[in-house]
């Protein structure tokens, strides 16, 4: 099952924040974090493994409720070279290969 | 150091021609392999994985295959080609089941005219 992803696009000015979400109609064991620059191959950034973990990559950080079966990335003082789709991943359960992708949010972040 | 490749890098193929897509691991053994699609809208569609020679499981009915005939090699096929199987396919590898990052090729542009 994908997992939906919010929101589908966003636009920054350099030095603001953004959350993108990740939910899923199924438990999740964890959730990882992909970045995609346009005509290049996605490039990880993070899992996480424990429900309400918090995880951080530079000035970028996600956050894990199994619970709630969902997962938010933060990008804190977005840069420039933040631009592009990020994509995240949820595996089911512990021991599965099977790893599902979101449709992705796509990021612009302008000077 | 693990590499991972994938060619061609680009196709144009007529609807109806068949199609196979090579993916090679090097510097590693019994990886995780998995074949993508990225298409407009749809994100990264899995399609196939595998987790040992000869084992493939599938995750989207179409008329494409998929074959692991050694370790770390990885085959995506099909025998008629659609309109719908333009994309970019990306071959992909991990080492463990629910740890540890997702290695990806440099991907496949299929076009089907």
């Not at chain 1, 592009?84 to 599965?96: A, H, M, N, R």
Request: aromatic content about 10%; some cysteine; hydrophobic content about 35%.
């Amino acid at each position: 099952q994908q997992p939906v992803q919010s929101p589908q696009a966003v636009i920054l000015r350099e030095g603001e924040d953004a959350v993108i979400n990740c939910s899923s109609s199924k438990a999740l064991y964890s959730v990882h974090w992909y970045r995609q620059k346009h005509g290049e191959a996605p490039v990880f950034l993070m899992i996480l493994l424990k429900g309400g973990e918090q995880k951080g990559h530079e000035k970028i950080s996600a956050s894990f409720n199994e619970k709630k079966q969902q997962s938010s990335l933060y990008l804190t003082a977005s840069q420039l070279s933040y631009s592009g789709t990020y994509f995240c991943g949820t595996v089911p359960s512990p021991g599965s290969y099977q790893l599902t992708f979101g449709k992705g949010t796509k990021l612009s972040v302008i000077p | 150091s693990q590499t991972i490749h994938q060619w061609p890098a680009t196709l144009v193929q007529p609807v109806g021609s068949p199609l196979s897509l090579e993916c090679t691991v090097e510097g590693t053994s019994n990886p995780n392999l998995y074949w993508y699609r990225q298409a407009a809208g749809r994100g990264l569609q899995l399609l196939f994985y595998s987790v040992g020679i000869g084992q493939i499981s599938s995750e989207v009915p179409q008329n494409l295959s998929a074959s692991r005939p050694q370790d770390r090699q990885f085959i995506l096929s099909s025998k008629k080609l659609l309109l719908s199987d333009s994309g970019f396919y990306l071959c992909a590898w991990k080492q463990f089941a629910n740890t540890g990052e997702l290695f990806f090729g440099e991907g496949s542009r299929l076009t089907v005219l």
